[in-house]
């Protein structure tokens, strides 16, 4: 593989990579970093990548895998136990606050306070409008326990944002 497709997919999908670490870690220099790693790692392993799934799929594989090496090799105890976010954390970076409005703000909030399988499952299948199949492989899950936790997580997030007064209607469907 020549350096030059591998600047043809950081052009392409690095600025979504970017935002879906980001919304993982919150904390902007890491998800820079944790980005710089994946395409590192795409670039190092490009042998396998298969064609079975997409570019954009098997790189957001790549970065899921680069995130939970980071909470595990972070906060052991934390990631086992599934407690990857501290509880003080819940706040979005100024910037974004600065790019949006009050019931985007929340849902991001409610998002963020979510157990981390609901959080990534809603994060690729509704903010980043991965399909079922593709977030499986990204995931490593079966596609039915995509749709179940998904569907799972839409509940618990309906209900959120529903105590706090919000609409989720963007998300249900």
Known sequence: MEEEVLSIWFDEYGESILSYILLMVRDYQQAEDL????FLKAYKNHHSFENRSSVKTWLFSIAYNVTQDHFRKKHPLQYYLGLTMSEKD????????AAMHDQTEQLYRTIQQLKP????????RKLK?????ETADILRWSESKVKMTLKRALTEL???LVKGGFSYE????
């Open 35 to 38: 980005t710089q790693e994946t």
């Open 90 to 97: 819940y706040r979005p970076l100024p910037e974004q606050i």
């Open 117 to 124: 399988s609901y959080r990534h499952v809603i994060i690729l």
């Open 129 to 133: 409008e991965f399909s079922t199949a």
């Open 158 to 160: 309906k209900a959120e």
């Open 170 to 173: 963007r998300f249900i469907g």
